[in-house]
């Protein structure tokens, strides 16, 4: 294909639209840019732009853009851009495909930092001048440094102020600054500083402010992009509106356990939903009873940014969370990317779901690295009137080592409520010595009258010493309704998939269960090692499959 150049310097310098292609006689007037339509030609009135809800970037201007227009069987029509953003390309009538790219740090010699990119279908018709919209994306790839250059605004009775930026990019690394420091006041406080050598990228950003007069707090929470040797604003500005106790909980309280308390142990927090956001990496926490009282209806969640809260391996032990609540209130607590860290010898599940209270685990939690020597449950006890739901996350590497224990994953006891719709259940054992009927459920134990619905996610890779690797359902009334999902490579005893004993009912219609072993060895395909069901267990199936449906 041949390749023809326009050179146009800004919005008002146009197109060197080449005379030996183009009779500029009697020509029609753009509409847009004021400049003549040449004959038999169209133009395009490019505006070069990028989304910026809620996120800071640089500004485009001082970029220098170049834009590459092709289309099959005509010449490909390139220009250029110099500080600018908006500009006109004489074109032939035709479908174009048009590619942007913008660059900083240009010279003369040096064609500078690849920084953003975009590309667009342009329609061009002969005689018309078409706008075309051409939104630029961030490009990363040429790696360096940026800045960020803050100015932000707030009450002058605002104690804390921090803003923090977390990498996405890699994930997790963070700058930290304090904006009371050398701070200004004039009716409000104002900072105005730069963070300077920040790596080419995106940054999830915090900025976290305390009102201790009045005893409020908000949390902003945005995106910020650094280009290779550009500057990028961020201009905000708070006033006493935007302070709100029943909102945001954020910087009052250093801890975890800290920012709970300040919901839940003060009664002036009335029903409604709560966010908890940790800007701050903490490592270890004492166990932690979470009781709701004050008839209140209250939905926590936790954001947790990457952080890792776990027991001290040298500390007490205990549940990291217990959660409930008193008759006449409801405690629900959302987990969202956070990773909640057990200890080995531990004498009780990582966390435990009393009656009036529920946990939801969505994408990005983590229960892990939690083994009981007492009680049943490794990664979570479900009490009577407790629920489990799991919308996403993961339960791994938990056990429950109690020589009758139950449920290296998770335990649900009588009138306890598991529901899983995504997720991840893995990795999970029970005891291989001891004694004590019908215990196993490497990954799930559901007792008598308690119930597990799965309707999507995966149990995989758990292991029970005995029966049900994957899932144990037993007698008494236990419920295990299954209508997607999957259950794969557990192992146990009786039932690598799926165990049901007397008086345990499995129902499935839908997902799949295959990869399982059984026996001795927990490896072959005998023992149901898909699906057991053990005397009066209550199933879709006969007594023993090996494999319900392919993988």
Same mark, same amino acid.
């Given at each position: ?375 049943? $449950?490794?990664? #979570?006890?479900?009490?009577? &009137? /407790?629920?489990?739901? =799991? %919308?996403? @996350?993961? +339960?791994? *590497?938990?056990? !429950? ?93 009786? $039932?690598?998939? #799926?165990?049901?004993?007397? &008086? /345990?009912?499995?129902? =499935? %219609?839908? @997902?799949? +269960?295959? *990869?399982?072993? !059984? ?33």
């Amino acid at each position: 294909m041949k390749s023809k150049i326009c050179l146009i310097l800004g919005m008002a310098a146009l197109m060197v639209a080449l005379a030996a292609c183009t009779d500029l006689t009697g020509p029609e007037q753009d509409a847009f840019s004021g400049e003549p339509i040449p004959p038999g030609m169209g133009q395009a009135h490019i505006r070069l732009g990028q989304l910026n809800a809620r996120t800071a970037m640089p500004s485009l201007d001082g970029l220098y853009f170049t834009l590459v227009f092709t289309a099959d069987g005509k010449d490909t029509v390139s220009a250029e851009l110099i500080n600018g953003l908006t500009l006109t390309v004489a074109l032939e009538s035709g479908d174009w495909e048009l590619e942007v790219t913008g660059y900083s740090g240009h010279t003369e010699n040096n064609l500078g930092s690849l920084v953003v990119r975009g590309t667009s279908s342009v329609s061009i018709t002969a005689g018309i001048s078409s706008p075309v919209v051409v939104d630029l994306k961030p490009d990363f790839s040429s790696g360096g440094t940026g800045t960020l250059s803050y100015s932000i605004m707030f009450p002058d009775t605002v104690s804390l102020a921090v803003l923090t930026l977390y990498s996405l990019d890699p994930l997790g690394t963070s700058k930290k600054s304090d904006l009371l420091e050398n701070a200004e006041v004039s009716g409000g406080v104002t900072t105005a500083k730069t963070i300077t050598d920040l790596s080419t990228g995106s940054y999830q950003a915090f900025i976290d402010l305390y009102d201790s007069t009045n005893k409020q707090a908000t949390v902003w929470t945005g995106v910020v992009h650094i280009y290779d040797g550009s500057d990028t604003p961020l201009a905000q500005t708070f006033n006493a509106a935007n302070f709100t106790r029943p909102l945001v909980v954020g910087a009052s309280e250093k801890t975890l356990a800290g920012k709970l308390d300040a919901i839940l142990g003060n009664e002036e927090y009335p029903s409604g939903s709560y966010d908890i956001i940790l800007n701050d990496t903490e490592t270890t926490s004492a166990p932690k009873i979470l009781n709701l009282t004050g008839d209140r209806d209250i939905t926590l969640t936790i954001k947790g940014n990457g952080n890792t809260v776990g027991l001290d391996p040298e500390g007490s032990n205990g549940n990291l969370l217990t959660l409930g609540a008193e008759s006449g209130s409801n405690l629900i607590l959302i987990l969202e990317d956070i990773t909640l860290q057990g200890k080995d010898n531990n004498t009780a599940s990582l966390v435990q779901v009393k009656d009036g209270g529920t946990l939801e685990l969505k994408d990005g939690s983590v229960l892990t690295g939690n083994t009981t020597t007492s009680g049943n $449950g490794g990664g #979570v006890s479900i009490a009577a &009137g /407790g629920t489990l739901t =799991m %919308s996403g @996350g993961e +339960i791994s *590497g938990n056990t !429950a080592s109690n020589g009758s224990a139950h449920g290296g994953g998770v335990y649900v006891a009588k009138d306890g409520k598991f529901t899983m719709s995504d997720g991840v259940i893995s990795g999970n054992t029970t005891p291989t010595t001891g004694s004590g009927g019908n215990r196993g459920g490497g990954g799930v134990f559901v007792d008598g009258g308690g119930t597990f619905d799965m309707s999507g996610g995966e149990v995989s890779g758990n292991t029970s010493s005995y029966d049900g690797g994957g899932v144990f359902v037993y007698g008494s009334g236990g419920k295990f309704t299954m209508t997607g999902g999957t259950i794969s490579d557990n192992r146990a005893t009786y $039932g690598g998939g #799926v165990y049901a004993s007397a &008086g /345990g009912e499995f129902k =499935m %219609s839908g @997902g799949v +269960i295959y *990869g399982s072993g !059984a026996g001795e060895d927990k490896a072959n395909t005998g023992n149901g090692a898909a699906f057991y069901k053990n005397g009066g267990g209550i199933s879709s199936y006969g007594t023993t499959n090996n494999t319900i449906g392919t993988p």
